[in-house]
């Protein structure tokens, strides 16, 4: 079992967490947020966190909430991840009103892991598939190896701004769709489309543009089989990514090992504290064939 943090992600870093929150460095921007697994005490004082902070997250409801101003920043702001020696990919952050701020820093292993498989597989343009794809770090990781990319998610606000992350990475020609992941799947599967590589990362519950609803345990083992029938047979690789309480990456062992066998790889990846703490965000399964 694999325990993996990004590494060369200098605008980002997570300062402190605990008592059910996290301090954390976006650029030049320093946020509170809730964190449900942060469950253990702080290493710095409450004082500590407000002197540091711009702003904290304020929950209203399960799904929404309010940012705080402590400090004067800027509502939008971009950072940059040195994703090769010659290329660094370049996100728009912004302050939403459902806490994020439109990048998932630990996602990064999983971009260098895209570009680093994609450059191997040593196509003109490999096919890549990136499912449930928000604000599209992934598949700008993609396509900055050379990639023909196809990026889907279900909110059209998100496509948005997945494109102007790939007009900021200096990139074009990303295929968007906007559709229910489980019906786009299907769909390929009866055009005989493959992908050379894939990433899914399914949240624990949500709905299609169409009010297709989503719920992990429910649907995942079904996507998956489907999935894998995508994959192209002679090279290829695919990422299980999964971030829900409780869900254990045994689970996506499970998922995955009779169709990767011991080519699977699997665990955890978190974010290391300026304190010492190890913040646990998803676990993965991943394997590739080339």
């Known amino acids: 079992m694999l325990l993996l943090s990004p590494e060369n992600f200098k ?11 996290k301090l954390e460095r976006f650029g030049n921007t320093i946020t509170i947020r809730p964190e449900p697994q942060a469950l253990w005490n702080r290493s710095l004082t409450e004082k500590e966190w407000m002197n540091k902070a711009h702003v904290k997250f304020i929950q209203k409801s399960s799904s929404s909430g309010i940012w705080q101003k402590i400090k004067k920043t800027d509502e939008r702001w971009k950072i940059t991840y040195k994703l090769s020696d010659s290329y660094n990919l370049t996100l728009r952050l912004g302050l939403t009103s459902f806490k994020h701020v439109g990048v998932f820093p630990e996602q990064a292993v999983n971009w260098r892991y895209i570009y680093d498989n994609l450059k191997l597989i040593n ?3 490999p096919r890549f598939l990136n499912l449930f794809a928000y604000t599209g770090a992934a598949s700008i990781a993609a396509k900055a190896a050379g990639a023909d990319v196809v990026h889907v998610d279900s909110i059209k606000q998100v496509i948005n701004w997945a494109k102007e992350n790939m007009e900021h990475s200096a990139l074009n020609n990303i295929r968007w769709v906007i559709e229910d992941a489980v019906k786009f799947v299907k769909r390929e599967l009866k055009r005989g489309h493959t992908y050379h590589g894939i990433i899914l990362d399914p949240p624990a519950w949500g709905h299609g543009p169409n009010g297709e609803k989503w719920k992990l345990e429910d649907n995942i083992n079904d996507l998956i089989a489907d999935v894998l029938n995508l994959l192209c047979p002679e090279k290829h690789f695919l990422i299980l990514n999964t971030y829900s309480l409780g869900y254990s990456a045994l689970i996506n062992e499970n998922l995955l090992k009779k169709f990767a066998g011991n ?11 300026a304190g010492g703490h190890k913040l646990p965000l998803g676990v993965f399964g991943r394997f590739k064939n080339f």
Do not use: H, T, V, W
Not at 11 to 21: K, M, S
Not at 263 to 273: A, C, I, N, T, V
């Open 263 to 273: 080519k699977l790889e699997s665990g955890e990846l978190f974010l290391p504290s």
């Open 11 to 21: 605008d980002y870093e997570l300062i402190d967490c605990g008592n059910f929150e």
């Open 123 to 125: 196509l003109p343009a």
